[in-house]
């Protein structure tokens, strides 16, 4: 167990559609991560938070969207969402801002499917 | 970042020590080589990294060739549970400034065999 938590577990909506994924870091974590992972496209990142503040953007549509919140839980947010947006979704945390790969930690997971 | 390189699949008899490859011709002399794995689609979990040096944890031991253009994996007496997909992923290991964008790509799935 990571220490990371995300809900739901599994989500299934339609297209066009807007969704809500929720990210809790592990305590003490200030950064919070998102990525995505459909099959053909690997595991790629796509935001970091870090504070609150947006740190550093990846390849994250304009469709998408996210924010920290002050008690530091990350939420992602997905709206007109096509076939293609069906993937894991992974927030991962760290304590520092840098983003230093052996210092982030995933959580389980979201898997969307969107019909 | 460098790109990197890994066969898709690879099989290990239980027990045996499984030896997973990574090409990365194109790394730079401040990137490092990252180790993660991925258990049944649950969240990555890191490894092991390293420079320059071979480095060892409780999990694990990496090898860099001396040109730093490939490294190997080593799970010294693999077991059920390694089954993964393992990912060999190369970049800066910033410790300020923002993070940037990095694919982990497709990896190698380990199959341990009984």
């Known amino acids: 167990d990571s220490g990371v938590t995300q809900t739901p577990k599994h989500l299934i909506t339609a297209t066009g559609q807007r969704v809500t994924l929720r990210c809790s870091p592990r305590s003490g974590d200030l950064s919070v991560y998102w990525y995505q992972q459909s099959l053909d496209q690997g595991l790629q990142f796509l935001i970091q938070?870090?504070?609150?503040?947006?740190?550093a953007k990846g390849n994250i549509l304009e469709r998408f969207s996210a924010q920290q919140f002050p008690d530091l839980h990350s939420e992602l947010n997905l709206s007109s969402l096509e076939l293609g947006d069906s993937a894991l979704y992974f927030c991962a945390s760290s304590a520092t801002a840098g983003g230093r790969l052996d210092e982030q930690y995933f959580g389980p997971g979201t898997r969307l499917t969107v019909t | 970042d460098a790109k990197t390189t890994q066969p898709p699949s690879m099989d290990c008899a239980e027990g045996r020590a499984a030896n997973l490859p990574c090409n990365h011709s194109?790394?730079?002399?401040?990137?490092?080589v990252y180790w993660y794995r991925q258990i049944h689609s649950q969240g990555p979990q890191y490894i092991i990294h390293?420079?320059?040096n071979n480095e060892t944890n409780e999990m694990a031991s990496l090898i860099i060739t001396e040109d730093r253009k490939s490294s190997t994996l080593i799970l010294p007496h693999a077991t059920l549970r390694d089954t993964a997909v393992y990912y060999c992923?190369?970049?800066?290991?910033?410790?300020?400034?923002?993070?940037?964008?990095?694919?982990f790509g497709t990896g190698t799935k380990l199959q341990v065999i009984p």
């Open positions: 390293g420079l320059k």
């Open positions: 992923i190369v970049r800066y290991n910033r410790n300020s400034g923002g993070y940037q964008k990095v694919t």
């Open positions: 194109t790394i730079s002399g401040n990137e490092y």
């Open positions: 938070y870090y504070n609150g503040e947006e740190r």
